[in-house]
């Protein structure tokens, strides 16, 4: 396998291109809680709800940054926690 660019930051340990993965924890709570507050759009539920998806996407990011299989997806994790930390 050759270490050009695109190989580092694409392909995993194992020389597979990965750019998408399967839905983990993380993203699948976030999702969840995002689509709830749909339904929930005040109160104190509302509230549980936008804590419960920040703090999951928080972590996935988190995790990407320290976890991610190629650097593809670590700096997908350090794009997205900034631009999470700013909203709020």
């Known amino acids: 396998m050759n270490n050009t660019l695109f190989d580092r930051l694409f392909r995993d340990a194992a ?4 750019i ?5 924890l993380p993203i699948l709570i976030w999702v969840s809680a995002t689509l709830l507050k749909l ?6 539920v509302k509230l549980v709800l936008d804590l419960l998806a920040f703090s999951s996407l928080l972590y996935w990011s988190f995790l990407e940054i320290t976890q991610g ?4 997806r670590r700096d997908l994790g350090v ?3 900034p631009c999470l930390l700013s909203i709020q």
């Open 69 to 72: 299989v190629n650097y593809f």
């Open 79 to 81: 794009v997205v926690l």
């Open 20 to 24: 998408w993965q399967p839905p983990n």
């Open 15 to 18: 020389g597979q291109i990965v």
């Open 39 to 44: 339904v929930f759009q005040t109160g104190q």
